[in-house]
């Protein structure tokens, strides 16, 4: 057999913990418990650590997710999550608490080859929605959509249900648009979607605003699958149009949004994320040239896998 041979993420946080973070990291780096020996092989980008798994092995995990009916955080890491990362190191902790984490974006995958942890393909939000329904329909599982304007969530749900036909949304909320939750409304919330019994639960809530509350939220909401996906019900339903195939596979789908949307997004852009994705290419750069000189026993060494 083939032995497979990947970096293993716990080496690289624990070094991490010791020397970089300041908010202790808990990581459960296991997918499903230490017995099953299914270990997690990531790309580590500034910390954040990024699953490097195939689309097709992703909605395998999410089936797996869905029947072990415990809940699971799934997050989709763009250069945007970096920056707001390198901003509030807890942003990180809460990332690599998620069950796994999919790269949403192509400096990704450039900054994961120049830091020698290659991540296979991009992974978009509207990637595992559409898949997350096709999985649904076919297998009989139940979606709940929250957030957006008030009317997406549930026209996305109407579009979801003619291209998947069996699809079952098992409801939609648009939650009021300003700042955190009231505890009556979150508390609201949670009993609209506890109601439903949904498997899975897409949020719409922009970054990182989605991401915290699932977090937050997790364990009272019971759903085994959980995914922050900004603004993918305004794709789908075709309020915003998706940039085309070309500007995406090059990595400039940010450009297409900017030009929609210029003024509430040129700061995100131009700066922040411009600013983030150097820091992300100089700390893969350092990361590698601080590589060759380690043993193979150090942080980032290489063991065989059962599961690549
Ligand atoms: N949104 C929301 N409540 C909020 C903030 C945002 O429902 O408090 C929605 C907003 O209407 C949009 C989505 O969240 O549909 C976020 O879109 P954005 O384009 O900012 O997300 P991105 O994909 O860029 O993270």
Redesign the pocket.
């Known amino acids: 057999m083939k032995e497979a041979r990947v970096a293993i993420c716990e080496a690289d946080v624990a070094a991490r913990t010791a020397t970089e973070l300041t908010t202790p990291v808990a990581l459960d780096l296991w997918r499903d418990g230490p017995s099953t020996r299914s270990r997690r092989d990531c790309a580590d980008i500034m910390g954040v650590l990024i699953d490097r798994t195939p689309r097709d092995s992703v909605i395998a995990q999410v089936e797996r997710f869905v029947q072990s009916g415990r809940p699971n955080q799934i997050v989709t890491v763009?250069v945007?999550f970096l920056n707001i990362a390198h901003k509030d190191r807890s942003f990180v902790s809460l990332l690599n608490a998620a069950a796994l984490a999919v790269p949403d974006g192509m400096p990704l995958l450039w900054v994961s080859r120049l830091v020698g942890q290659r991540l296979p393909q991009r992974i978009t939000?509207t990637d595992l929605l559409t898949d997350c329904a096709a999985l649904a329909a076919r297998a009989g599982y139940r979606i709940f959509l929250l957030?957006?304007?008030p009317g997406?969530a549930e026209a996305a749900g109407r579009v979801l249900e003619a291209r998947y036909p069996g699809l079952q949304i098992a409801g939609s909320y648009?939650?009021?648009?300003?700042?955190d939750f009231t505890v009556e409304e979150n508390a609201r919330i949670l009993d609209l979607v506890r109601a439903t019994q949904p498997d899975m639960l897409f949020v719409?809530?922009?970054?990182p605003?989605?991401e915290r509350w699932i977090y937050e939220n997790l364990e009272a909401l019971g759903v085994p699958l959980c995914v922050?996906?900004?603004?993918?019900?305004?794709f789908i339903t075709g309020r915003?149009p998706r940039a085309p195939q070309a500007m995406q596979r090059f990595g400039l789908e940010w450009l297409f949004?900017l030009l929609l949307?210029p003024r509430?997004?040129w700061r995100?852009y131009l700066v922040d994320d411009t600013r983030a994705l150097y820091r992300a290419v100089h700390y893969a750069v350092r990361r590698r040239a601080t590589r060759t000189h380690e043993t193979p026993a150090g942080v980032g060494s290489v063991v065989s896998s059962p599961d690549v």
């Open positions: 763009n945007d939000g957030g957006a304007a997406v648009a939650p009021p648009e300003q700042g719409a809530l922009g970054t605003k989605q922050g996906i900004g603004g993918v019900f305004n915003v949004r949307e509430r997004l995100r």
